[in-house]
Protein backbone atom coordinates (compact mmCIF):
# COMPACT_ATOMS: atom_id res chain seq x y z
CA UNK A 1 0.00 0.00 0.00
CA UNK A 2 2.65 2.60 0.56
CA UNK A 3 6.20 2.61 -0.37
CA UNK A 4 8.94 2.41 2.12
CA UNK A 5 10.40 0.11 4.81
CA UNK A 6 7.98 -1.49 7.38
CA UNK A 7 9.21 1.34 10.29
CA UNK A 8 9.45 -1.83 12.49
CA UNK A 9 11.95 -0.20 14.70
CA UNK A 10 10.06 3.35 15.31
CA UNK A 11 7.27 0.87 16.35
CA UNK A 12 9.84 -0.84 19.29
CA UNK A 13 10.05 2.22 20.37
CA UNK A 14 6.69 3.56 20.39
CA UNK A 15 5.30 0.33 22.56
CA UNK A 16 6.15 1.87 25.72
CA UNK A 17 4.25 4.97 25.65
CA UNK A 18 1.23 3.01 23.71
CA UNK A 19 1.28 0.55 26.64
CA UNK A 20 0.65 3.49 28.98
CA UNK A 21 -2.54 4.23 27.88
CA UNK A 22 -4.31 0.76 27.41
CA UNK A 23 -3.54 -2.80 25.78
CA UNK A 24 -1.79 -3.18 22.79
CA UNK A 25 -2.36 -5.44 20.27
CA UNK A 26 -0.37 -5.36 16.93
CA UNK A 27 -1.74 -6.19 13.40
CA UNK A 28 0.40 -8.49 10.98
CA UNK A 29 2.70 -6.98 8.91
CA UNK A 30 0.63 -7.70 5.63
CA UNK A 31 0.19 -5.77 2.52
CA UNK A 32 -3.06 -3.65 2.70
CA UNK A 33 -2.82 -3.78 6.52
CA UNK A 34 -4.66 -0.31 7.52
CA UNK A 35 -2.80 0.35 10.82
CA UNK A 36 -0.07 -0.76 12.55
CA UNK A 37 -1.32 -1.92 16.31
CA UNK A 38 -4.12 -0.79 18.22
CA UNK A 39 -4.75 0.80 22.05
CA UNK A 40 -7.54 -0.53 23.70
CA UNK A 41 -8.59 1.74 26.94
CA UNK A 42 -11.05 2.41 29.08
CA UNK A 43 -11.98 5.34 27.07
CA UNK A 44 -12.47 3.64 23.85
CA UNK A 45 -9.90 2.40 20.81
CA UNK A 46 -6.94 4.02 19.39
CA UNK A 47 -6.26 2.99 15.93
CA UNK A 48 -2.81 3.73 15.53
CA UNK A 49 -0.51 4.06 12.37
CA UNK A 50 3.35 4.96 12.25
CA UNK A 51 5.14 6.84 9.59
CA UNK A 52 8.55 7.57 9.39
CA UNK A 53 10.06 10.71 8.65
CA UNK A 54 12.98 12.64 7.92
CA UNK A 55 11.64 15.78 9.24
CA UNK A 56 9.05 16.11 11.87
CA UNK A 57 8.85 19.69 12.15
CA UNK A 58 6.14 20.60 10.17
CA UNK A 59 2.51 21.65 10.32
CA UNK A 60 -0.66 19.82 9.81
CA UNK A 61 -1.25 20.76 6.38
CA UNK A 62 2.18 20.10 5.25
CA UNK A 63 1.81 16.69 6.90
CA UNK A 64 -1.87 15.77 5.10
CA UNK A 65 -0.37 16.27 2.09
CA UNK A 66 3.00 14.28 2.71
CA UNK A 67 1.07 11.65 4.53
CA UNK A 68 -2.22 11.11 2.34
CA UNK A 69 -1.67 7.23 1.60
CA UNK A 70 -1.20 6.70 5.63
CA UNK A 71 -4.03 9.01 6.13
CA UNK A 72 -6.39 7.42 3.57
CA UNK A 73 -5.50 4.06 5.54
CA UNK A 74 -6.97 5.07 8.72
CA UNK A 75 -10.14 6.86 7.26
CA UNK A 76 -11.29 3.52 6.39
CA UNK A 77 -12.36 3.47 9.78
CA UNK A 78 -15.49 5.11 11.15
CA UNK A 79 -14.94 8.44 12.84
CA UNK A 80 -16.58 7.73 15.96
CA UNK A 81 -16.01 9.52 19.73
CA UNK A 82 -15.48 5.61 20.42
CA UNK A 83 -12.57 5.28 17.92
CA UNK A 84 -9.64 7.39 17.94
CA UNK A 85 -7.85 7.17 14.82
CA UNK A 86 -4.29 8.17 15.20
CA UNK A 87 -0.96 9.25 13.26
CA UNK A 88 1.93 9.06 14.72
CA UNK A 89 5.00 9.98 13.17
CA UNK A 90 8.71 9.16 13.83
CA UNK A 91 12.46 10.83 13.05
CA UNK A 92 15.43 8.91 12.12
CA UNK A 93 16.58 9.41 15.82
CA UNK A 94 12.99 8.27 16.93
CA UNK A 95 11.55 11.61 18.43
CA UNK A 96 7.44 11.14 17.67
CA UNK A 97 4.46 13.61 17.27
CA UNK A 98 1.25 12.14 17.51
CA UNK A 99 -2.06 13.62 15.49
CA UNK A 100 -5.48 12.52 15.51
CA UNK A 101 -7.37 12.10 11.86
CA UNK A 102 -10.41 13.97 12.17
CA UNK A 103 -12.94 15.08 9.43
CA UNK A 104 -11.94 18.21 9.30
CA UNK A 105 -8.40 17.50 9.32
CA UNK A 106 -5.29 16.93 11.74
CA UNK A 107 -5.36 17.67 15.65
CA UNK A 108 -2.06 17.20 17.42
CA UNK A 109 -2.01 15.27 20.88
CA UNK A 110 0.44 14.75 23.73
CA UNK A 111 2.13 11.41 24.07
CA UNK A 112 -0.80 10.09 26.72
CA UNK A 113 -3.88 11.03 24.06
CA UNK A 114 -5.14 14.62 25.08
CA UNK A 115 -5.15 17.14 23.37
CA UNK A 116 -2.48 19.44 23.80
CA UNK A 117 -3.07 22.77 25.28
CA UNK A 118 -3.68 25.77 23.45
CA UNK A 119 -0.69 27.62 23.59
CA UNK A 120 2.00 25.44 24.03
CA UNK A 121 5.08 25.33 21.97
CA UNK A 122 3.56 22.32 19.65
CA UNK A 123 0.12 24.26 18.91
CA UNK A 124 1.73 27.87 18.66
CA UNK A 125 2.63 29.49 15.21
CA UNK A 126 5.05 28.12 12.93
CA UNK A 127 7.75 30.12 10.96
CA UNK A 128 7.87 28.41 7.25
CA UNK A 129 11.58 27.72 5.70
CA UNK A 130 11.12 30.20 3.01
CA UNK A 131 10.18 33.17 5.62
CA UNK A 132 6.71 32.97 4.76
CA UNK A 133 4.28 34.55 7.76
CA UNK A 134 3.71 32.22 10.44
CA UNK A 135 1.01 29.14 10.05
CA UNK A 136 -1.48 30.01 13.14
CA UNK A 137 -2.34 26.69 14.95
CA UNK A 138 -6.02 25.37 15.46
CA UNK A 139 -7.04 25.32 18.46
CA UNK A 140 -9.94 22.69 18.18
CA UNK A 141 -12.27 21.04 15.46
CA UNK A 142 -16.06 20.03 15.33
CA UNK A 143 -15.05 16.97 16.13
CA UNK A 144 -13.14 17.46 19.06
CA UNK A 145 -13.55 20.27 21.95
CA UNK A 146 -11.66 22.68 22.24
CA UNK A 147 -9.31 21.38 26.23
CA UNK A 148 -11.09 22.67 29.31
CA UNK A 149 -13.94 23.32 27.57
CA UNK A 150 -17.22 20.79 29.17
CA UNK A 151 -17.70 18.74 26.25
CA UNK A 152 -13.84 17.72 26.67
CA UNK A 153 -14.90 15.47 29.36
CA UNK A 154 -14.39 11.88 27.87
CA UNK A 155 -10.15 11.72 27.28
CA UNK A 156 -8.55 10.57 24.39
CA UNK A 157 -11.30 10.81 22.21
CA UNK A 158 -13.35 12.77 20.01
CA UNK A 159 -16.69 13.94 20.73
CA UNK A 160 -19.36 15.07 18.28
CA UNK A 161 -20.44 19.54 18.58
CA UNK A 162 -22.31 20.14 21.25
CA UNK A 163 -26.19 20.46 20.70
CA UNK A 164 -27.37 24.16 21.22
CA UNK A 165 -29.45 23.91 24.38
CA UNK A 166 -32.86 25.15 24.21
CA UNK A 167 -33.08 27.70 26.82
CA UNK A 168 -29.34 29.87 26.76
CA UNK A 169 -27.96 30.55 29.90
CA UNK A 170 -28.57 34.09 31.33
CA UNK A 171 -25.70 36.26 31.40
CA UNK A 172 -25.50 40.01 32.93
CA UNK A 173 -24.53 43.19 31.07
CA UNK A 174 -21.26 44.67 31.76
CA UNK A 175 -20.25 47.91 30.88
CA UNK A 176 -16.72 47.23 30.32
CA UNK A 177 -14.29 50.18 29.63
CA UNK A 178 -10.24 50.76 28.61
CA UNK A 179 -8.54 51.84 31.75
CA UNK A 180 -6.83 54.90 31.13
CA UNK A 181 -3.47 54.98 30.27
CA UNK A 182 -0.99 57.27 31.70
CA UNK A 183 2.61 57.69 30.73
CA UNK A 184 5.67 57.00 32.64
CA UNK A 185 7.06 60.08 34.48
CA UNK A 186 9.64 61.75 32.06
CA UNK A 187 8.48 59.81 29.00
CA UNK A 188 7.04 62.21 26.37
CA UNK A 189 3.11 61.56 25.71
CA UNK A 190 1.54 62.45 22.66
CA UNK A 191 -0.43 65.26 24.45
CA UNK A 192 2.83 67.14 25.80
CA UNK A 193 4.39 69.77 23.92
CA UNK A 194 7.97 70.33 24.30
CA UNK A 195 9.53 73.56 23.56
Known sequence: MTRGRY?????KKAQETAEERGLVRHYAHTPGRLCDFSIVGPAGLAEIRMKPMRH????PKWLEREAAEDLAALNMYPSSPQISRELWISSPAYFRRYFRVCDTGLIELAPDGQLLPVGSPATGPRRSR????????????????????????????????????PTPDPVSPVNVSPAPVHPAEGTPSKRSVHT
Open 130 to 165: AGAPAVPATPGSPELPVPGSPAAASPGLESPAPSPS
Open 56 to 59: IRCT
Open 7 to 11: PEKAI
